[in-house]
């Protein structure tokens, strides 16, 4: 069975920063892209940012310059570094990763989904 267990989220003042961890946990093949998605409230959940098992990124262009995302050296955790927080990055952050497993004789690739944890910044 696997999952992905986000921690590091809490309440911080604009300006203030934070860490986001995720580590992918279970028999797995192979911890493809990973990524955060952000959900407001009463809004859609978007891409924060992402990286591929190589090293390649991609970032919103609200947190470019803000916020860095990076793999573990296991490359089945991915962090997020989030600095000069503003209120507007408040919300609920979701890890996101495609993996690749072993079922019966197939290979399946798929996405997977943390719980979330809430990041909350005040002005």
């Known amino acids: 069975q696997v999952r992905l267990v986000e921690s590091g989220g809490g309440l911080v003042q604009a300006g203030g920063s934070l860490r986001l961890s995720c580590a992918a946990s279970?028999?797995?093949?192979?911890?493809?892209?990973m990524g955060w998605y952000r959900q407001a409230p009463g809004k859609q959940r978007d891409l924060v940012a992402s990286?591929?098992?190589?090293?390649?990124?991609e970032y919103a262009d609200s947190v470019k310059g803000r916020f860095t995302i990076s793999r573990g050296n296991a490359k089945n955790t991915v962090y997020l570094q989030m600095n000069s927080l503003k209120p507007e990055d408040t919300g609920v952050y979701y890890c996101?990763?495609?993996?690749?497993?072993?079922?019966?004789?197939?290979?399946?690739?798929?996405?997977?989904w943390g719980q979330g944890t809430q990041v909350t910044v005040s002005s």
């Open positions: 990286i591929t098992s190589g090293g390649s990124t």
């Open positions: 996101n990763a495609r993996i690749t497993t072993q079922v019966m004789s197939s290979v399946v690739t798929r996405d997977y």
């Open positions: 279970g028999s797995t093949v192979s911890v493809n892209t």
